[in-house]
């Protein structure tokens, strides 16, 4: 496992981390979980194993108690490797954005994003002067063949197997050639030192939010990026941007399954791709993006109305300072 | 006819005057500001640059470029002039020897200082990815620095055998390390054999690292999408840069050297007068590969390159681009055609010139593209729509220009910038040597 170089901090994906070690070890675990799956297994074979418990101590096991497990979701998992056979998508249909800036507060939030550039940006745009204006949220693209992978000297940027290209911020050097890279510029970095309040969740109920809770705490002289949310991911639950947006606009789900949704419908990918006609963000790079896009037709709302709230110079709140 | 006693007490190192002591502490203070303002950036992390989120990499990286270009004239010079056995390199080959070994030594320190995390240098070969052209860079780098270093070391031994001999009685401490450094070298037959066996080794070993070495650094650029940077042209377009700013630098390093140490015998107005060809030939080469860069793209610009070349030529750049193109480039070449332009003082505002537009050239090459991504700059303070660096960069960048300075007129004054054996040998005095040293 990845998770053997060091640090806690590592665990940034996974609370339940210690358990899944002590799984993933031999690829078994206590077969408390799954005696209604061995029902009528016999009453013990007589022979024993001996196993680890998470604090350590060693005990003595009935082999019968014993069963193999697969990993699953929202258990343990390489954080390398990623989720094993997912492969994330997002689709985000320019016809019902309005600029409402939820996706991006909420991100902003969730990800103690303290910075001058927010990781999920609008952008206000206009191809050539007699095409329509249209607002265009963007996260990372999450792309199949990422640049920014490819030209990373140290691997701390990497592409997962279920989709999500994400960093290593304890391994990165800082010399910000995944910037140059990412034709979609939406990498960030940490200039100076992030300034983040780490507080430790001590009380275990996980309702406080910290860096760790939402990923990793940013780091001086380090990238950031949009991660796809692979904390909300492994539970099983959507991305904050997804679930923020009042609009629906942003749809999240399973290549392989062939599903998204936005939290109000789900839908089948394909189907939405070949209806709405789909399509990637500067797709002749071929840097196979794993986001979507509608086209901004039939619209319910003005393209002005989101006037309201573009902000050409501020992406990320400050706090008002007394 | 020169003696060779004459030679010796000519070519041999010697004490800086009043003005070399004022220009070493310049040197010093200079370097002493940057290192403040380094340890001011370590502590503070990059904020104190201008550098941001879009204008991503600025002047340390511009500058680590043209440390690169420039250290490509010892490839050069030998190239051109130690293969092709031409009989006017002789003044001329160890100084460029010594800007090479200088320059890229500094190109190895510059890229550190860019790099936001130094404290995890050692990931580079821990974690080192072989796709990755940075790693690239992390090994041909070294590589060069020690090729550079034993081109200089080695066509050296018999200067060092002679100055041990020179000093033993003035200066015994002296004389001592040069005896250690000249390896026993007594010139004999096997001697020899070995030493221009080896040269020519190292000579075809730097020519090769050196054009891998400004094709990595090219490719640092153009494996990425930007406009302006992916290019096809790259490579050529970048060897022919260094090959500009190197004999630039050579020109200007040689004119103060001659100057300050008297040398006026032993490189002359003829050497000049060839440097000024060499010169005006590099210039040409870039010159085309400049049109094929800038202006046969605008044909067929797409958007983003027609924006691009845009700023470049009537944009906020202009300036900047014309004084790079005409001042750096074409005013060389015109006044280097002429025979009164390739005299010495000319020859030495020619080649400030275009060691200046070569520094600034990098930074055009860098910074514009940077600023014009495929999509808008938006959501960001208006500050980070331009660069300009801040004084920590300038601070940091004056002071590596300061070190390679220094590095180079330390080795100046410690050894004899102009080889005293080879001089003495093609003045027919060597004959001389062998019975004065029996
Ligand atoms: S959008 Fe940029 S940062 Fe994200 S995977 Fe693609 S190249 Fe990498
Ligand atoms: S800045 Fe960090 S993540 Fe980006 S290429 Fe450099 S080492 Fe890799
Ligand atoms: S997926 Fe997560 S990290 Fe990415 S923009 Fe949405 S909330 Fe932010």
Known sequence: MENNSKKSRRKFLDKGLKIGIASAIGGVALSKLSTSLKANAEEGSGETMELMTTDGTIIQVDSSEVVEMGHRHGMDYNVREGIPNRKFVMVVDLAKCKNALKCQSACNKAHYITGDNAWMKVYKMQESEDTAPYWMPT?????????????????????????????????????????????????VFNWGDPGQEVTLNLDMTGVEPTPEYAGMPSLKGTVDKC???????????????????????????????????????????????????????????????????????????????????????????????? | MKNHDVIVQDLAPRKFGRLGAVWIGLLLLLIIIGIIAYVDQLVKGQVVTNMRDYALWGIYISNFVFFVATSFVGSVTVAILRLTNNAWRTPLVRIAEIITVACIAMAGITIMIDMARPDRLLNLFIHARLQSPITWDVIIIPTFLVISLLLLYFPLLPDFAILQKYYSKTKPKLSK???????????????????????????????????????IDAWLFSTTYR???????????????????????????????????????????????????????????????????????????????????????????????????????????????????????PMFFIGMIVVIASWWKRYIIITPTLLEPFLPIQGVPES??????SMHEWAITVATLAMALLIITLLVRYLPAVPIQRTADEQNLSATLQSSES
């Open chain 2, 227 to 345: 406009t302006g940077w992916d290019s096809t042209n790259f490579a050529p377009y970048f060897i022919s840069g260094a090959f500009v700013a190197g004999v630039g630098a050579l020109v200007t390093v040689i004119y103060v050297v001659r100057r300050a140490r008297k040398l006026e015998a032993y490189i002359t107005e003829y050497h000049f007068d060839k440097m000024g060809k060499l010169l005006a030939l590099a210039c040409l080469i870039y010159l085309y590969f400049n049109i094929n860069e800038y202006l046969i793209p605008a044909f067929t610009a797409k958007k983003g390159e027609e924006v691009h070349l845009a700023t470049l030529f009537t944009g906020h750049y202009a300036p900047l681009f014309w004084f790079v193109t005409i001042a750096g480039l074409v005013l060389p070449i015109i006044v280097l055609l002429f025979k009164k332009g390739r005299k010495p003082l």
């Open chain 2, 384 to 389: 980070w729509h331009s660069y300009f660096p």
């Open chain 1, 139 to 187: 996260t990372c693209q999450h792309c199949d063949k990422p640049a920014c992978v490819t030209v990373c000297p140290v691997d701390a940027t990497f592409k997962r197997k279920d989709g999500l290209v994400l960093i290593d911020n304890d391994r990165c050097i800082g010399c910000r050639f995944c910037m140059a890279a990412c034709p979609y510029s939406t990498r």
């Open chain 2, 177 to 215: 390390w040069y005896g250690k450094l000249s390896l026993k070298w007594t010139g004999n037959a096997a001697q020899k054999e070995i030493q221009t066996k080896s040269i020519r080794v190292i000579a075809v070993l730097i020519i090769l690292a050196g054009i891998l070495l400004q094709t």
């Open chain 1, 227 to 322: 991660d796809f949310c692979p904390h909300m991911v492994k539970e099983g639950e959507l991305p904050h941007c997804v679930t923020a947006c009042p609009n629906g606009v942003f749809y999240f789900g399973d290549k392989y399954e062939d599903t998204v949704t936005n939290g109000e419908e789900t839908v089948r990918l394909s189907k939405l791709l070949e209806e709405k006609a789909g399509y990637r963000l500067l797709e002749s790079l071929g840097t196979e993006p794993s986001v979507y896009y509608l086209p901004p037709v039939d619209r319910l709302v003005d393209f002005e109305d989101g006037m309201e709230h573009f902000t050409e110079f501020q992406s990320v709140e400050k706090p008002v300072k007394e």
